[in-house]
């Protein structure tokens, strides 16, 4: 397979990616949609300043977890293929958005290999095991 073919298919796979996960996000609008507006009802009963301020701490812890993630990833690959920040945020939300396809969130490590430089990606499967099991304790 010739570098042209690879990146072609590379940049194919990305884009059916990106059309499956907004396919599920509007299926799943689709089908609860009820249970938005149930919710649109119960925010009207809310201070709004309130809802406001509690919605952009969450927003921004929610940025900063992915950030850490990130840094996380970053340094688990250091050893193997060194990562620039910007590369390893790439890896890091093609990982999230696969793993929403995919049963026990496998697909995560698949999505963040895409972004490694041609390795041995079974080098960097236990690290990244290892990081994963010590996020769950």
């Known amino acids: 397979m010739t570098a042209a073919a690879k990146k072609l298919f590379s940049f194919l796979l990305k884009a059916g990616l990106l059309v499956l996960a907004f396919v599920f996000i509007y299926s799943q609008y689709i089908k609860k949609g009820d249970n938005l507006k149930e919710f649109e009802k119960a925010l009207d009963a809310l201070n709004h300043t309130h809802v406001i301020i509690v919605m952009t701490v969450v927003v921004f812890l929610m940025l900063a977890n992915w950030f850490v993630e990130c840094l996380k990833w970053k340094f688990i690959t250091e050893r193997f293929a060194p990562l620039t920040v910007w590369r390893s945020i790439e890896g890091v939300f093609c990982g999230l958005t696969w793993a929403v396809f995919t049963p026990n969130r496998i697909?995560?490590?698949?999505?963040?290999?895409?972004?490694?430089?041609?390795?041995?990606?079974?080098?960097?499967?236990?690290?990244?095991?290892?990081?994963?099991?010590?996020?769950?304790?």
Do not use: D, H, Q
């Open 107 to 137: 697909g995560e490590y698949g999505g963040r290999v895409m972004f490694l430089p041609l390795i041995n990606v079974c080098t960097v499967f236990s690290p990244w095991l290892l990081g994963r099991l010590a996020k769950t304790w």
